[in-house]
């Protein structure tokens, strides 16, 4: 699957999931928060596409998703980020 897929395929989960993707500018590497009860998952404008795949599959490896439906590759690299935190 492609980079730029594989983000679209991110925020399409990341809004199936109540969260709200901000691209932003700064010297950080991204992650989610709860704002005021609204989900975000922030992501560097600046970093390369991998890391923020990688940033990506690190924040949805914290919540449950075996309910939901995800494409093999997507569900791959999620797992992967869930053995790593292990």
């Known amino acids: 699957m492609k980079k730029n897929k594989i983000i679209e395929e991110f925020e399409i989960l990341s809004t199936q999931l109540g969260y709200k993707v901000i691209h932003g500018r700064g010297s950080f590497s991204g992650d989610s928060c709860l704002v005021e009860e609204n989900k975000y998952i922030v992501l560097n404008k600046n970093k390369p596409i991998e890391q ?4 990506l599959a690190q924040v949805f490896a914290k919540i449950d ?4 439906y995800l494409k ?3 569900r791959e690299l999620v797992n992967q980020e869930k053995l790593d935190i292990l």
Not at 52 to 55: G, L, Q, Y
């Open 52 to 55: 923020k795949i990688k940033r």
């Open 72 to 74: 093999p590759a997507i």
């Open 65 to 68: 998703l075996s309910n939901i």
